[in-house]
């Protein structure tokens, strides 16, 4: 289940687009509409974000089509990164986020991050994390609530600009943290001892299927902080009954 949002989605609003279609009758009164997320307004917050969180890059917008999977290039004296923005309604998929980190490998890009309205969802931030550990990439993700948390970082200049009524709601009210969960992620890597650069065919434990005898397999835990401002501490406890001999 999705975490409650920090910034409730009817702030959001501006972030939305009706395409209306007339109805039979002509009648303005019962034209429909299709809704969609807007994809440029959504980029212009987290252009300002970038700038903001990370000062110390210099930010590059890509051309609106034919962007190469990225929406904004990043350069600095030590590296190059890439920032990719989604703004969908629904859960994202490995589908929709795959190829930029397929093309950050291709032109040797440092680290990537991807900045997404609605959640990211495990499956795919696990493939994703799995491909980035073996291609020696730094991924970040900014989604639903740790994206709320970045904004709400900088109130005081992002809120006015993009969502004023939720400004004025708060603005003489102290924001409490929230503590979030981590996130932890397992997946499979067969023969991790001689493995090139990683696909995206990992599997997580309850996939594993047709392991042959002697088989060595690499089962790797990614712990994912969704507080943006705090640390946290995190153990990782195995436990087998003495039956248990096999995975």
């Known amino acids: 289940m999705e975490a409650s949002r920090l910034i409730d989605k009817k702030y959001w609003s501006q972030f939305i ?3 209306y279609k007339d109805s039979v009758d002509e009648s303005v009164q019962n034209q429909k509409a ?3 997320h807007d994809g440029q307004k959504f980029e212009d917050l987290v ?8 000062g110390n890059i210099t930010w590059e917008r890509t051309k609106t089509t034919h962007d190469g999977n990225k929406d904004f290039r990043g350069f600095s004296a030590e590296k190059k990164v890439w920032a990719e923005c989604k703004n969908y309604k629904t859960k994202i998929d ?12 291709i ?4 680290s990537v991050f991807f900045f997404c309205y609605s959640e990211i969802n495990n499956n795919t931030k696990t493939k994703l994390n799995s491909f980035a550990v073996s291609t020696k990439k730094n991924i970040y993700f900014f989604d639903g609530i740790v994206l709320d948390q970045l904004i709400l970082k900088y109130r005081e200049t992002i809120l006015p600009k993009f969502f004023l009524e939720f400004y004025e709601n708060i603005k003489d009210k102290p924001l409490f943290p929230v503590a979030y969960k981590p996130t932890a992620l397992c997946y499979v890597e067969r023969s991790p001892f001689f493995n090139g650069v990683s696909d995206f065919d990992m599997q997580t434990l309850p996939e594993l299927q047709n392991l042959k005898f002697g088989e060595v397999i690499g089962i790797h835990i990614i712990i994912i902080n969704t507080n943006l401002e705090k640390t946290v501490k995190s153990s990782i406890e195995l436990v087998f009954s003495k039956e248990e001999r096999f995975f």
Do not use: G
């Not at 795959?98 to 093309?103: I, N, P, S």
């Open 34 to 36: 299709k809704i969609k």
């Open 47 to 54: 252009e300002d974000l970038l700038n903001l969180e990370y």
């Open 17 to 19: 687009q009706a395409d």
């Open 107 to 110: 032109q040797d890009i440092n």
């Open 94 to 105: 490995l589908k929709t986020l795959a190829a930029t980190l397929v093309m950050a490998e």
